[in-house]
Every structure is written in structure tokens, then in C-alpha cells.
């Protein structure tokens, strides 16, 4: 597994987390859960890419909500599934601020994560919504 998706794993384990049991996004972000033999597993650079989806998922979440909750269909926000939420947000971050990864890769990742984490039908939900987002995104430029 690559740096950037461990870096993604972590990302989408401390928005569960945060989402579970508010903390500061500084606290959230030093990813509390891994131990120092596991931490030390981790390249520094897959900690602050980490770190980075974090703060700034956090940061912008009323802008981020706002866009998957414009792209459900026939759905409630407040019943996706934490799991789900954690995923959708963290890509929904990388596709209106991280310019510089493709939107291909960024849907791709949230797909395989989901595919792992989520439920049966997890990864088709989080991919149509993030192919609205992409799609309203390429719209509005």
C-alpha cells in the first residue's frame, strides 16, 4: 500500500473518530489511536498528508457537507453512515481543494476504502456521490 493511500486510511479513521467523539481538530490529527511501534511503521510523509486531508476536511466541513448534501438523491444527509461520511468528506476535501490530485484517483481511493470499510453497497453510494460533486465542480469553472 502506497503512502498516499495509508495517508488516506488515517485521514478517514481520525474523521470516524472525530465524528464519534469530538476532540480538536489538533488532537484529532495526531491520530491518538496508534500506538509508537505502529507509528513508527508510518513514513513521516504519510503522517502529514494524513494530517493534512484532516485539518482541512475539518476546517472546511460546513462548505463540504454542503456539497454532499446537494448530491444525495432521494437520501438524508443525517443517515449516511458514519463510515460512509468519513469517506464522502474526505474526498469531497480533495476534490474541491486539492487541485493537484487527479479527480480520478481521488474517486478511485474513496471507492477501495469503502470497499474495505463500508457495507456491501457502500462503494456505489460514495462513488455516484462524488461523481455529482466532480461533475457540479467541472460545471461552475
Given at each position: 500500500?502506497?503512502?498516499?493511500?495509508?495517508?488516506?486510511?488515517l485521514?478517514?479513521?481520525?474523521?470516524?473518530?472525530w465524528d464519534?467523539?469530538?476532540?480538536t481538530p489538533?488532537?484529532?490529527?495526531t491520530?491518538?489511536w496508534?500506538?509508537?511501534?505502529?507509528r513508527?511503521?508510518?513514513?513521516?510523509?504519510?503522517?502529514?498528508?494524513?494530517?493534512?486531508?484532516?485539518?482541512?476536511?475539518?476546517?472546511n466541513?460546513?462548505?463540504i457537507d454542503?456539497?454532499?448534501?446537494g448530491?444525495?438523491e432521494?437520501?438524508d444527509?443525517?443517515?449516511?453512515?458514519k463510515?460512509?461520511l468519513a469517506?464522502l468528506?474526505?474526498?469531497?476535501?480533495?476534490?474541491?481543494?486539492?487541485?493537484?490530485?487527479?479527480a480520478?484517483?481521488?474517486?478511485?481511493e474513496a471507492?477501495?476504502i469503502?470497499?474495505?470499510?463500508?457495507?456491501d453497497?457502500s462503494?456505489?453510494f460514495?462513488?455516484g456521490?462524488?461523481?455529482?460533486?466532480?461533475?457540479?465542480?467541472?460545471?461552475?469553472r
Open positions: 500500500m502506497g503512502s498516499r493511500r495509508k495517508g488516506r486510511v485521514a478517514f479513521q481520525a474523521l470516524f473518530s464519534l467523539n469530538p476532540q489538533e488532537e484529532i490529527a491520530f491518538p496508534i500506538d509508537e511501534e505502529m513508527a511503521r508510518y513514513e513521516q510523509e504519510t503522517l502529514d498528508f494524513a494530517r493534512f486531508i484532516v485539518l482541512g476536511t475539518i476546517e466541513l460546513d462548505f454542503e456539497c454532499i448534501s448530491h444525495l432521494h437520501w444527509f443525517k443517515r449516511i453512515g463510515i460512509d469517506i468528506r474526505m474526498s469531497a476535501y480533495a476534490l474541491k481543494f486539492q487541485q493537484d490530485i487527479p480520478t484517483v481521488t474517486i478511485d471507492v477501495d469503502a470497499k474495505i470499510y463500508g457495507s453497497e462503494y456505489r460514495i462513488n456521490v462524488l461523481d455529482g460533486i466532480l461533475k457540479s465542480h467541472h460545471e461552475k
